[in-house]
């Protein structure tokens, strides 16, 4: 592997950083796969926070802003994997106040009805068990779940009901 000078993997670091928000931890593993010095390593992650190219609580907010509008994260998930990001729980907690309470409920609610067209079921209990089990996997409490499940299979019985 070829020696790269402190002073050059500084300048690659400001332009990873650049190119989309990143935390300490995504930056350190970069540098750990260099032949940098601890020290060297550590300068370097302190001059990228001091100039701004790194900031964790923007970091913790785009995150979670971009993980629920893209990929339908509920705050569960995103929380567990900013922590696992090392990210600080003051941040953590104020990422996730920026979702919208409406707009979460919302997209969960949209999310368990497009799956609750696709899951076979022979009664209410397993079709309810799954659409929990599956807004579990996204992240979204057992309380949040729980209530949008019993409302949208309430709303569905009285629709077929209506039908027949």
């Known amino acids: 592997m ?12 400001a332009a990873y950083c650049s190119s989309a928000e990143r935390c300490v931890q ?3 593993k970069k540098l750990d796969a260099t032949t940098l010095q601890t020290e ?15 900031d964790e609580r923007r970091f913790a907010r785009a995150f979670a802003n971009d993980k629920f509008r893209f990929n339908h994260w509920g705050k569960v998930k ?5 922590r696992k990001k090392a990210i600080p729980a003051a941040y953590i907690d104020e990422a996730l106040a920026t979702i919208p309470d ?3 409920t919302s997209d969960l609610t949209a999310l368990l009805r497009a799956k609750l ?19 579990a996997g ?4 057992v309380q949040e779940a729980n209530a ?6 309430k709303n569905t019985d009285e629709y077929e009901t209506a039908m027949e």
């Open 117 to 135: 067209k696709t899951i076979k079921a022979k009664d209410d209990r397993e079709r309810y068990y799954k659409l929990l089990r599956f807004a």
């Open 26 to 28: 995504e930056v350190r």
């Open 102 to 104: 409406e707009t979460y």
């Open 40 to 54: 060297e390593s550590d300068r370097i992650v302190a001059r990228l926070l001091q100039e701004g190219f790194i």
């Open 138 to 141: 996204r992240g979204f409490s």
């Open 78 to 82: 995103i929380g567990y994997e900013l």
């Open 148 to 153: 949008c499940i019993r409302s949208l299979l």
């Open 2 to 13: 070829k020696e790269v000078s402190e002073q050059e993997m500084l300048h690659r670091m």
